[in-house]
């Protein structure tokens, strides 16, 4: 997103190509979690057998009706442009995290309309200030869940979600 030369709406992997992504994942006994916002990338990537969905914040309403039939999950955070939104040098970035904020309440309202298996997550580990607010952001879940769908959605759900890595799930015992 916070590539000036990356549009939101371009897929950068072909079906064959992802189909085999998720071919060496299965013999790992794992699977494939793909990054990506927009319809299109999200039916071809379920098509190729993805079984995690990362973000899609500017998916429709049958997208997400897909994403539950294939028994896909929808890992998206709660970003907002808030106290915590991201700000970039560049008005083309600038723009691209308007759009994606601007998709964030109708992706919650959505998953949960429609039943999509959501977990909760952030990409904000790689930033030490914004990581030490990552239970703000999951308090921010209350705008479309009640308190104890969050605590759910940030345990067992999310442990749900981890059993999916088969032998590399890293809490077995």
Do not use: C
């Amino acid at each position: 997103m916070s590539s000036t030369y990356d549009p939101l709406d371009v897929r950068q992997y072909t079906k064959d190509e992802i189909e085999a992504f998720v071919e060496v994942a299965d013999t790992y006994n794992t699977y494939v979690a793909s990054h990506l916002f927009t319809d299109d990338a999200a039916r071809i990537a379920i098509e190729a057998g993805v079984k995690s969905i990362e973000h899609g914040f500017l998916m429709s309403r049958e997208t997400m009706e897909m994403i539950r039939e294939n028994d896909v999950w929808l890992s998206v955070q709660p970003l907002l442009d808030d106290e915590d939104g991201f700000s970039f040098d560049d008005p083309v970035s600038q723009q691209k995290w308007i759009d994606v904020t601007d998709g964030t309440d109708f992706t919650y309202k959505t998953a949960k309309e429609v039943g999509v298996k959501t977990a909760f997550g952030t990409d904000i580990l790689f930033d030490p200030k914004l990581a030490e607010r990552q239970g703000a952001f999951l308090a921010k879940l209350q705008r479309w869940y009640f308190p104890y769908e969050v605590s759910q959605m940030a345990t067992s759900t999310n442990a749900e979600l981890l059993e999916l890595s088969g032998p590399r799930h890293p809490y077995q015992q």
